[in-house]
């Protein structure tokens, strides 16, 4: 009975344990969204992107063809099963290798993916998809930088990159997307979220210090969108 007791209160203080830290993070998550990143210098703003959110992940889409640049250099339409030679916008999402190619709604979550994900077990992507123009869609939010701005956020897609696209052999969504092989780790600590974040904070866009879930990057939004 003794020894039973023992293994009876080790569980409890091990699900006391997780429960106090999923309270923590959450806590953390509500706290440091609400601390706004330092602003960027900015300028005119001439350059009109989008955030949209499936309620998993906020993708950052750009025009195909825009700021001195032709997105389908890197990304050839011939890398998708679909017809993509007459979308106007492309996405951008990262995340963990097997996570994101799993798991394209909350309805698809499985522990092992997240498990991976979650610590630092899994490679990293680069989600790219063609669209038509995003707006007005659900979900998607219009946004504007200036030049420096937009820049940036190219820059920093380059980054992701690791200097080269090179195509991962996972299925998509649909026929219109692809994933790429990307650099960095999925954690807790850095979401496909935090990226998304990161990478607006760069165009110049409003962002929380931290904002792991697509919802609060999105909130944090609705202080720049231009309608």
Known sequence: MSGMRVLRRGLAM????????????????FVLTMIPRRALPHGIDDFRYFACDNGVHVDILLPVVGGG????SFFPPADFAGDVAGASHIGFGWGARDFFATTPHWRDMRPWPILKALFWLDESVLHVSYHGNPAGAAG????????????????????????AARRVDLPGYGPNDAFY??????????????WSADALHQAGA?????SPFSFQVMDRLSQDAPG
């Open 140 to 163: 998607c939010r219009a946004l504007v930088a200036d030049a420096a701005g937009r820049e940036r956020l190219f820059a920093f897609i380059d980054a992701t990159l690791g200097g």
């Open 181 to 194: 092989a990307a650099v960095g780790r999925y954690s807790l600590f850095r979401t496909c979220n935090i």
């Open 14 to 29: 091990l699900l006391a344990t997780l429960l106090g830290l999923c309270l923590a993070y959450l806590f953390a998550a």
């Open 69 to 72: 640049r032709d997105w389908r």
């Open 206 to 210: 409003p962002t929380g210090l931290w």
